[in-house]
């Protein structure tokens, strides 16, 4: 147990998995009003390899997690996350955990004889305590991302396909595809280059259930979304379209498809995070799907060792 009024670093495996999610949960209510993760979110983000080793929290009063941060190496990228709750221990939470995050960082491009860019994801616009902390340590706001909270109870219309293409559920085999398509796809988010990371990831959500559908014209692959379902909580986790065939409602065709399954599986409501460079594509997505709230999140980059 952590002493009366003191606090401690500890692995996020010897703490309760419903701690972390009550962490989330409590900073996503406290900044926007409502709360959206849930314990399977948490068991998604702590499933990845390396997770053990790479990830902290800081505890206070009855072992209850203040803060907590990870990090995932990708390529030549370090991808991060570091939430920490608003108060008067919000700052000194946030910069205890980002030290040992870069400390993290200098260790391995001391291992690896090379440079890490490092990004922070999953800042939620209001945050008033990790931009600033980033902000001391020499990152900059990245790119921004949607989240929409959709209401499954209302049936969508149904996803409106281009000429000569067809839907179809996606499986080990096309793998390969999936990766092809990842790489080349235009998301401001992380990329996972090594196609061995890419299939046990693959492999760790199809393990949970996970629904992939892909999206070919005329037998070509142009787009996949990826989703899951828990209870009645849905949520998209990935969904990308091959340049060459955005604007022509493709990414739209495919989102409301998954969440058809989505909804056929028991959820009632789901998380859908896209891009914000495209209002159109916002302005489509309320035409056809229940919106029922939305939010901003934003990656911070730092470049400079």
């Not at 495996?13 to 209510?29: I, M, Q």
């Not at 498809?257 to 489509?284: I, K, Q, S």
Request: charged share 25%.
């Amino acid at each position: 147990m952590t002493p009366h009024g003191q606090l401690a670093v500890r692995r996020p495996t010897d703490v309760p998995l419903d701690s972390l999610v009550r962490l989330v949960r409590s900073y996503e209510e406290t900044i926007t009003g409502v709360a959206t993760c849930t314990r399977e979110d948490i068991l998604l983000e702590t499933g990845h390899p390396g997770y053990d080793e790479n990830s902290w929290c800081l505890t206070g009063p009855g072992d209850e997690v203040l803060a907590w941060a990870a990090l995932s190496p990708s390529g030549d990228t370090v991808d991060a996350a570091l939430t920490a709750l608003p108060g008067p221990r919000g700052q000194s939470a946030a910069r205890t955990l980002l030290c040992l995050v870069l400390d993290r960082v200098d260790e391995l491009e001391a291992e690896h004889g090379r440079p890490y860019a490092v990004t922070v994801g999953g800042v939620l616009r209001g945050d008033t305590v990790v931009p600033s902390v980033l902000a001391e340590a020499g990152f900059t706001p990245g790119a921004t991302a949607g989240q929409y909270d959709i209401d499954l109870t209302v049936p969508a219309l149904p996803p409106l396909l281009p000429d000569e293409g067809t839907l179809r559920r996606a499986g080990r085999d096309d793998d390969e595809v999936l990766h092809a398509l990842h790489l080349r796809g235009l998301s401001k988010g992380p990329k996972t280059r090594d196609a061995a990371a890419f299939r046990a990831s693959r492999d760790r959500l199809r393990d949970r259930g996970e629904v992939t559908l892909l999206l070919e014209v005329a037998g070509r692959p142009v787009g996949y979304a990826v989703a899951q379902a828990s209870g009645t909580e849905g949520r998209v986790l990935d969904l990308c379209v091959a340049p060459a065939f955005r604007g022509l409602g493709i990414g739209l065709a495919l989102l409301t498809a998954v969440l058809a399954d989505l909804r056929g599986l028991g959820a009632e409501r789901a998380l859908v995070t896209l891009d914000t460079g495209d209002p159109n594509e916002h302005e489509a997505l309320a035409r056809v799907l229940a919106v029922q709230g939305a939010r901003v999140v934003t990656r911070f980059d730092r470049t400079d060792g």
